[in-house]
Nanobody
Framework: EVQLAESGGGLVAPGGSLRLSCAAS???????????MSWVRQAPGKGLEWVSG????????IYADSVKGRFTISRDNAKNMLYLQMNSLKTGDTARYYC?????????RGQGTQVTVSS
């Protein structure tokens, strides 16, 4: 059973940066590298919003317009890790962030990590 565990969230001032990590485990039949992965987020009182996705293998990234140019998704297949580098953070980025299997974020998700952007 695939399990995902996010970390790296916290409180940051507008304009600041954070790097989220997602540790993946439980890949019994197919390795982590064979999975496309994604990040989604949920702001208080709002629905789930897709943020970014990365293809399996060596990658190929896509981003929501709201984060394009500020966020960078990456993966380390040797370590079964997924990352989200977030720069130039805005108050509107405040949300709980989840990593997920699949490019659309509709697969297995972790428990999430909270990101709060506030002065």
């Amino acid at each position: 059973e695939v399990q995902l565990a996010e970390s790296g969230g916290g409180l940051v001032a507008p304009g600041g940066s954070l790097r989220l990590s997602c540790a993946a485990s439980g890949f019994t039949f197919s390795p982590f590298s064979s999975y496309a992965m994604s990040w989604v987020r949920q702001a208080p009182g709002k629905g789930l919003e897709w943020v970014s996705g990365i293809n399996r293998g060596s990658g190929g990234e896509i981003y929501a317009d709201s984060v394009k140019g500020r966020f960078t998704i990456s993966r380390d297949n040797a370590k079964n890790m997924l990352y989200l580098q977030m720069n130039s953070l805005k108050t509107g980025d405040t949300a709980r962030y989840y990593c997920a299997t699949g490019l659309s974020g509709a697969g297995v998700r972790g428990q999430g990590t909270q990101v709060t952007v506030s002065s």
